[in-house]
């Protein structure tokens, strides 16, 4: 079982250009969540969904989009990226949204915004 | 609001017993977990705390104490691969949300 996967693994993009990160789970997983972690400011939530086919805005959702259009795929889209979106992103799942849920983690998708 | 506050850094040495505190503040509690998180690796889940007491699973315990807003992670005969950060989060607001709020990290090097 793969459980988490994210796509790329890294990546350098150009400010203002748009790109898509993917995360998939095979885990039938009901919850999904994006991070990103920066340096001194540990994990932070973007944006989550609690079931297909809704979402909802977590910490820091400026600048992110997101869409669950199915339980497995949850890509996150910056649609004009800026170099204060250079960071590390995460993909997590839970079973449920439920608070009790531990949460897996994906590998990551380390971005460079220049 | 929601907050929370760890150490950032702590040293310890093999064999030994560490201690790394955690406290928060929150409008409603729905427990505490820990994650572990190796340099360029995902977090990992530890423990998850939402009564009061210490809960032991093998050289990790964690503690909770809901009125004093404070947990801490007992690493008891440490061994070089526990050289990590160790994150620390609450559940934000309802219960009915996995919406996690974490603490930055505390990054534990242990030497010879």
């Known amino acids: 079982t793969a459980g988490i996967t994210q796509a790329p693994t890294s990546q350098i993009l150009a400010a203002g250009r748009s790109m898509t990160l993917r995360c998939t789970q095979d885990?039938?997983?009901?919850?999904m969540y994006w991070y990103r972690q920066d340096l001194g400011l540990g994990l932070r939530l973007i944006h989550y969904?609690?079931?297909?086919?809704?979402?909802g805005k977590g910490e820091v959702p400026d600048g992110y989009s997101v869409s669950r259009a199915n339980t497995d795929d949850f890509p996150l889209t910056l649609a004009s990226a800026v170099p204060s979106q250079t960071s590390v992103y995460f993909c997590?799942?839970?079973?449920?949204?439920?608070?009790?849920?531990?949460?897996?983690f994906g590998p990551g998708t380390r971005l460079t915004v220049l | 609001g929601q907050n929370i506050d760890q150490p950032t850094e702590m040293t310890a040495t093999e064999g030994a017993i560490v201690q790394i505190n955690c406290t928060y503040q929150?409008?409603?509690?729905?427990?505490l977990f820990w994650y572990q998180q190796h340099a360029g690796e995902a977090p990992t889940f530890l423990s998850y705390?939402?009564?009061?007491g210490l809960e032991e699973k093998g050289r990790f315990s964690s503690f909770l104490s809901r009125s004093k807003g404070y947990s801490y992670l007992l690493l008891k005969e440490l061994q070089m691969k526990d050289s990590a950060s160790y994150l620390c989060?609450?559940?934000?607001?309802?219960?009915?949300?996995?919406?996690?709020?974490f603490g930055q990290g505390t990054t534990l090097q242990v030497k010879p």
């Open positions: 885990m039938r997983h009901n919850a």
């Open positions: 705390n939402v009564l009061d």
């Open positions: 929150t409008s409603g509690f729905n427990g």
């Open positions: 969904s609690n079931t297909a086919g809704t979402t």
């Open positions: 997590a799942s839970s079973p449920t949204p439920h608070s009790y849920n531990e949460q897996f």
């Open positions: 989060a609450v559940p934000s607001g309802s219960g009915n949300t996995g919406k996690l709020i």
